[in-house]
């Protein structure tokens, strides 16, 4: 399988589209801001300079417009200064410019509404201005004449400034952006160091370094570390009751052959000795294999219901002990379910069941119940009960010779229940035959 792109790189990717998403959006906003601020303020400078002609301003005996050689702004003196006033007389068809204009031909307003203000930017032979007109009809005792007021100045001080602080804003930006992706390279380093050293010491597991994880680690990823020691030991475990289970079926089976192998020297007994060896190896054969295979305890099985599973092996173990009319009683919540291996759990009632039904004269009793952080279940019979609670865990071993079977059932329930760290506890019941009672611990 291809390694996919490391957590670090993929972090480190996202932050930085993100920090230059933002960085972007924030920085064209300023910038925006920034214009338009300095052209309100160029505006308004404009406006006053309206103003200051429009105290200027007199009509003549004939109506004519009258200007003063002269002005509080002296750049409107200087020819080529950059700022450029005109008035155009609207009854008389004649345009006043500022000395300013001298060589220039700046794109004076002509046509506007009385009492009307309008800010724009214009485009003259010259170059680009940003201008500011006001339309008002002026009146001088009994004359009047409707003026046109305006003024311009050249954009490219504008464009200086804001250019300027563009400038400016950009190598801040760019140079806080390089400062946040470094100090995020940093912190995704210190974040990431537990992962890390979960990395380094699953090395060392492998290379047979240590025998767990053992270091103390964040609460986002200790139950990552834990489940992973949780698997590292059951896989452990499994490997060591297989290997066990061999080397016991291996020593067993020594015996069984022997017998075989001397029988062979008794040809008249030698088809009883067969049948008899034959039945012993398969019990012993399936006893450690049982053993070999035992889910032990099971943090990662789905929840399984425990009353259809009760329910289908009561069901059939009244068709195989059907002559008896058994009376099986259930008491077990629908909604109860645990953490189990469904082969485990099945194993292990179906073998305590098929003994209490063996045993019984007419009643099984079966219970099932949660009991804090536990899984009780009670078995019980109104048969004779066991006569000896201790050798009847071991293999081979019946309570009575006179039923049929081998002495498997109870011996591999035994080692299921110790491969979930459980409790097995035989007993007589309240029916006056044998009880078996199984507590396991949540997973």
């Known amino acids: 399988m291809r390694a996919g792109t490391s957590i670090r790189a993929r972090l480190l990717l996202g932050a930085a589209l993100v920090l230059l998403a933002f960085l972007t959006g924030a920085g064209l906003a300023v910038q925006r801001a920034n214009a338009e601020s300095v052209r309100a303020a160029y505006f308004g400078r404009l406006?006053?300079?309206?103003?200051?002609?429009?105290?200027?301003?007199?009509?003549?005996?004939?109506?004519?417009?009258?200007?003063?050689?002269?002005?509080?702004?002296?750049?409107?003196?200087?020819p080529g200064s950059g700022l450029y006033a005109g008035i155009y007389n609207v009854s008389w068809g004649k345009q006043w410019q500022s000395a300013s204009t001298l060589g220039q031909q700046p794109p004076f307003q002509r046509s506007l509404q009385a009492g009307q203000w309008r800010n724009e930017t214009v485009e003259g032979i010259s170059g680009s201005f940003l201008s500011v007109?006001?339309?008002?009809?002026?009146?001088?005792s009994a004359r009047e004449a409707p003026l046109v007021l305006t003024v311009l100045e050249d954009r490219a001080a504008f464009d200086r400034?804001?250019?300027?602080?563009?400038?400016?804003?950009?190598?801040?930006?760019g140079g806080a952006a390089v400062l946040l992706l470094l100090a995020q390279l940093w912190l995704l380093r210190w974040g990431l160091a537990p992962l890390r050293q979960v990395a380094?010491?699953?090395?060392?597991?492998?290379?047979?370094?240590?025998?767990?994880?053992?270091?103390?680690?964040?609460?986002?990823?200790?139950?990552?570390?834990?489940?992973?020691?949780?698997?590292?030991?059951?896989?452990r475990v499994r490997q060591t009751r297989q290997r066990d289970a061999l080397s016991f079926l291996a020593h067993s089976l020594k015996t069984p052959l022997a017998v075989l192998r001397s029988a062979l020297a008794e040809p008249a007994q030698l088809p009883a000795t067969v049948a008899q060896q034959v039945n012993r190896m398969d019990d012993i054969v399936q006893h450690q294999l049982g053993r070999a295979i035992a889910g032990g305890a099971a943090r990662f099985a789905p929840p399984l219901p425990l009353a259809p599973i009760v329910e289908r092996i009561r069901d059939a173990l009244a068709k195989v002990y059907a002559e008896k009319a058994l009376d099986f009683?259930?008491?077990?919540?629908?909604?109860?379910?645990?953490?189990?291996?469904?082969g485990d759990l099945f194993e292990m009632l179906g073998n305590l069941l098929d003994n209490a039904a063996k045993w019984a004269q007419s009643r099984v009793?079966?219970?099932?119940?949660?009991?804090?952080?536990?899984?009780?279940?009670r078995i019980e019979d109104d048969g004779p009960g066991f006569s000896d609670t201790e050798s009847v865990l071991r293999l081979h071993v019946r309570g009575d010779e006179r039923v049929p079977g081998h002495g498997v059932g109870l011996a591999v329930v035994s080692d299921l229940v110790a491969s979930h760290q459980g409790e097995l506890k035989l007993s007589r019941g309240s029916m006056g035959g044998g009880r078996v009672e199984i507590k396991l611990p949540a997973p």
């Open 47 to 78: 406006q006053s300079t309206i103003y200051l002609l429009l105290a200027a301003a007199e009509l003549d005996a004939g109506g004519a417009l009258v200007m003063p050689p002269g002005f509080a702004e002296p750049r409107l003196s200087l």
């Open 133 to 140: 007109s006001y339309a008002v009809t002026w009146k001088a």
């Open 161 to 173: 400034e804001v250019g300027a602080f563009t400038r400016t804003l950009w190598l801040w930006l």
């Open 200 to 235: 380094s010491e699953i090395r060392r597991i492998e290379e047979g370094g240590q025998s767990r994880i053992e270091g103390r680690y964040p609460t986002e990823i200790s139950g990552l570390t834990d489940n992973l020691n949780t698997l590292i030991q059951q896989e």
């Open 329 to 342: 009683s259930i008491e077990c919540p629908l909604e109860l379910a645990w953490r189990i291996d469904e």
């Open 365 to 377: 009793l079966v219970r099932v119940w949660r009991e804090t952080r536990r899984l009780c279940i």
